[in-house]
């Protein structure tokens, strides 16, 4: 019975305990998961915390960087203005009275000018006289033609630009005018690099007085490393779009007194027939003063033509924002101020402008560079206001073979020339060079006509090559071709493979007429004897055949 009893308070025990086990083990189960709940309560709110103060902490960093630039901006202010403190009192009286405007009269009012939008000049007597001067200074034209030149890293198109301007101005129109190329470039030995080249290919222009050659003085470009960047334009562009704009202020404060208009042009240009008296006439014909810039191209800065009494205006306008923005918005600015009322909408104040700002069409240049003189950048710039330019022009000429043995450039094929589709262009020329036409049957000709060039690359010209021919009758070519005398010297030269030299190359063309008695030609031959500089384009060819 006691152990019986026994037994049974065990059991009890043992169930009492499984039972209390299972009471705290649910309990702590249930605990349990409210803690991992506030855990991950606490984990979201300190990481919001940490979000916060990561934004905090950058909008106090760049709060930071605000300031230094401001601390920055005020030293190099400071800076400055001490240097043109101590510039200023180094000068002697005359330079002071000078910069101030300010005679010995105590009642004269303080004048602005060029020195203070440009105090670095103060430093240096000459800054503001050109380093290089070549020409005859003429005065008293009718347009003066401003074309600033810089150095590019690719390829030059300054002469080409020349020769097409001055190719197309009549005897009068050169006495009439004047062109002042600016070589913008500080560097004085390339400066007179240029100038000397330019002596060199147009002698009888700078003599005439038609073409001047200036550059600035070393001292007249300010420091460009101070230069801040703005629009979005990295540092570069900004000191080459400031740089131009001081370009195109010393070009402008150079002519202005020289003529009655100006005309801003670039050098990688080429030009329409009779340009010159179109822009006279068109300027002349004017209803009224009022106008401010009329324009001869679409394109940038080139062809605006201005009053020359108006220059003053602009210069001084330039300087004050030379820094700030590029000519073209400068200009536009200029326009605004002056007839914009900001209590109308945009459509009147264009209208107002149009009233400044007359456009001529068609478009009397064309824009032919692609290599900017911003280094490394490519613009393929046209005006498509210029109109199809006559870049070659086609015959009927005789069937024939035609070969060259000079590299041809893309598809501008000697046949296409030939055949009077498209001109011939090739790669540079040198000595032994040749093109030639094998006619399928023997022919007679009565004269021939080859130009080489166009309009949109006038430079690239066939120099020093000769026109031959090859008689099919080689015996009878020689008994006819014999002059009359004692010695009975030839007429002609004969090369070692018997074709015969009856032409040259004159200012990239050759024409002439074809002995007669030379008979049927078998072929005819363009040969080059002397290595030339440039490419070469062969716009027009035409032979002629004998009736």
């Given amino acids: 019975m006691r152990l019986r009893n026994g037994t049974f308070l065990t059991v009890f025990l043992l169930g009492l305990c499984g039972l209390v086990s299972l009471s705290w083990y649910t309990a702590f189960s249930s605990n349990k998961g409210d803690v991992v709940d506030i855990y991950q309560r606490e984990f979201l709110a300190l990481r919001e915390r940490l979000h916060s103060a990561e934004q905090e902490n950058l909008k106090r960093s760049k709060e930071l960087n605000l300031v230094l630039d401001e601390i920055k901006r005020a030293i190099a202010e400071k800076q400055a203005l001490r240097d043109i403190n101590r510039t200023f009192s180094n000068l002697s009286d005359e330079s002071r009275l000078r910069l101030w405007n300010v005679s010995s009269s105590k009642n004269v009012l303080q004048l602005p000018n060029i020195f203070h939008h440009m105090p670095h000049l103060l430093a240096k007597e000459g800054s503001l006289q050109p380093a290089v001067h070549v020409g005859q200074g003429r005065t008293g034209v009718s347009i003066v033609m401003g074309v600033p030149s810089v150095r590019r890293e690719v390829h030059s198109y300054l002469t080409d630009t020349l020769t097409s301007l001055m190719s197309e101005l009549s005897a009068a129109e050169k006495d009439d005018c004047v062109i002042v190329v600016l070589v913008a470039e500080s560097d004085q030995q390339y400066a007179n690099s240029v100038a000397d080249n330019l002596k060199h290919l147009f002698p009888v222009e700078i003599q005439s ?103 003053s205006l602009i210069v001084e306008f330039m300087l004050m924002f030379y820094k700030d923005k590029p000519i073209d918005w400068l200009l536009d600015h200029i326009m605004w101020v002056k007839v914009c009322n900001p209590e109308k909408d945009a459509k009147h104040c264009d209208r107002q402008k149009a009233n400044l700002r007359i456009r001529f069409k068609p478009s009397l240049f064309q824009h032919v560079g692609t290599h900017s003189s911003l280094a490394g950048k490519i613009q393929k710039l046209k005006d498509k206001d210029f109109g199809k330019q006559t870049l070659h022009k086609g015959h009927a000429n005789p069937l024939a073979e035609v070969t060259t043995s000079l590299k041809t450039y893309q598809h501008f094929t000697l046949e296409k020339a030939y055949l009077g589709e498209d001109f011939f262009w090739a790669f540079t020329p040198v000595a032994g060079d040749f093109i030639r036409i094998r006619f399928f049957t023997p022919v007679r000709i009565e004269r021939y006509f080859f130009r080489s060039g166009n309009i949109e690359h006038p430079g690239d010209k066939l120099f020093n090559t000769s026109v031959e021919v090859l008689p099919f009758d080689n015996f009878q070519a020689d008994k006819e071709a014999l002059r009359e005398g004692r010695e009975k010297t030839p007429k002609y030269q004969r090369t070692e493979d018997g074709f015969i030299r009856i032409g040259m190359f004159q200012s990239g063309m050759a024409e002439g007429e074809v002995d007669p008695s030379f008979g049927p030609l078998e072929a005819l031959r363009l040969s080059v004897l002397t290595d030339s500089p440039v490419w070469v384009i062969l716009s027009e060819v035409f032979i002629k055949k004998a009736e």
């Fill in 209 to 311: 007085g038609l073409l001047e050659v200036i550059s600035p003085s070393v001292h007249f470009y300010p420091d460009f490393s101070r230069l801040k960047e703005s629009f979005g334009d990295p540092k570069e562009r900004v000191r080459w779009r400031t740089k131009q704009n001081l370009d195109y202020c010393f070009l402008m404060m150079y002519g202005q007194s020289k003529g009655t208009y100006y005309v801003q042009l670039e050098d990688d240009i080429v030009a329409r027939p009779n340009y010159f008296t179109t822009m006279k006439n068109f300027a002349l014909q004017q209803p009224s003063e009022e106008w401010m810039i009329l324009e001869f191209s679409q394109l940038g800065f080139i062809g605006k033509m201005f009053k020359s009494l108006d220059l």
